[in-house]
Each structure stands twice: as C-alpha cells, then as structure tokens.
C-alpha cells in the first residue's frame, strides 16, 4: 500500500514564527511531491512542487527534499494569521496515470 | 478556478435517486479526476480519466460510474445516492507538465443526502 503521512496537527504556531510541517512517503518511485493549502470550505491550491533532492524557495515557503529518508517538509518562514489552513502533502509516480497519492494533511494555526 | 468548473455547487437529494455532478474544463488537459473528501479520510479517488471514453476506478468507486464524452466535460453519476455518499465532490484536472504543475481543483460540490 503506497501512503503519504502527515502529523494531523493542529500545529499552532506564533505570528512571525516559522513553521514546520513534515511528510514521509513509502512509495520509493516517486518523483515529484507537493504541498497543497486548503482553507475551511475551499478547495486545495497548489503552492509549492519539488522534485529533487535539497531545498526549493519561493517567497515565505521554502519546500525540502530528501529521498534518501523519504521525507518532504515545507516551512513557513514569518507566519501571518492568513497561513492558517490545512496543508496537504501529496506524491506522484508519473507512471501511475498521474495519480496522486495524498495524505491526510496537517492543520495549521497562527496565532496573533 | 480559472480553466474548470463543478456544477452544481450544492445539492440536497433524497436517498436512493440518481445524482449526476458535472466537470467542465477549458483548459484542454487530457487527466481528469473526481475526488471525496471526509473528515479523517482526506482526498479518496472514485474515478478518473485519461481521455476521451477512457476511465478507469479509483480507490472508492463503489456506487458511483462516469462519463467522458467530450474532452471538456468529466461527469459523475451517483446511480442511487446513500446517506453515506454525503461528502465535498471535487474534480481536478492535471497538466501534461504534471510534475511541475500537479492537479488544478474546482471549487468543489457539496452533497447532501437525506
């Protein structure tokens, strides 16, 4: 069974901090991975992809990569109140019909 | 979303009639997928597409069948809606750069069955 876990959370965190949320993986042939935002009530949006190994920085978000271990974390550098959502990690075999496989997803809160 | 849309948004229906949930996209992608999502159980696959007449069963496609017709257009049928097919429907859409651009979501369509 190919699976995604994510620590559900919440994970609470200070306005201005930096949060870390965590991902591990089983499935050794994936390649690519995301993170997903989704608020209350919405659908998930896409905000960050990496699929090599290190670290990928786009603004506030910085996605890391290590395939070794099977891990894929995403930090949240100057938490604001509006980061405050459910992040869902997700991988992809690209042999697989470019089916994504998901986690569960992490709730994030940050408080003023 | 820019590019695909659910329709409708919201349903109340009856247990045991016929439900069907629309996708449309414009964006030409020849992936498509229809997705539930729980409290507790996340983003679970009913069924998806990879073309034209082409589909195939997701993890949970137990009482539900689709069509694609037209590359636009995903359809999914609930054929005799349950109390346990209550959940948010979303469709996504994936681009041939997938590994860069991963899926796209509608807004989502939320059912109820009573």
């Known amino acids: 069974q190919k699976e995604v876990e994510q620590n559900s959370g919440p994970l609470s965190v200070p306005e201005g901090a930096i949060a870390s949320l965590n991902c591990t993986y089983s499935?050794?042939?994936?390649?690519?991975f995301f993170w997903y935002r989704q608020y209350s009530g919405k659908s998930p949006e896409l905000i960050m992809f990496i699929y090599s190994n290190g670290d990928k920085e786009d603004g506030r978000f910085t996605a890391q990569l290590n395939k070794a271990s099977q891990y894929v974390s995403l930090l949240i550098r100057d938490s604001q109140p509006s980061d405050s959502a459910t992040y869902l990690c997700?991988?992809?075999?690209?042999?697989?019909?470019?089916?994504?496989?998901w986690g569960l997803g992490t709730s994030l809160a940050v408080n003023p | 979303d820019a590019g695909i849309t659910q329709s409708p948004r919201h349903k109340v229906t009856e247990t045991g009639t016929p439900v069907t949930l629309r996708c449309h996209q414009t964006e030409n992608h020849r992936y498509m997928y229809w997705y539930r999502q729980d409290p507790g159980h996340g983003l679970r696959l009913i069924h998806y597409s990879y073309g034209v007449k082409d589909t195939d069963k997701g993890e949970v496609s137990d009482g539900y069948s689709v069509s694609r017709s037209k590359t636009e257009d995903f359809l999914l049928t609930l054929e005799s809606a349950t109390s346990s097919q209550t959940s948010v429907y979303f469709c996504?859409?994936?681009?041939?750069?997938?590994?860069?651009?991963?899926?796209?979501f509608g807004s989502g369509t939320r059912l109820t069955v009573v």
């Open positions: 499935d050794r042939g994936s390649q690519s």
């Open positions: 997700a991988a992809s075999n690209a042999g697989n019909n470019r089916k994504l496989i």
């Open positions: 996504a859409i994936s681009a041939p750069r997938q590994d860069q651009h991963g899926y796209t």
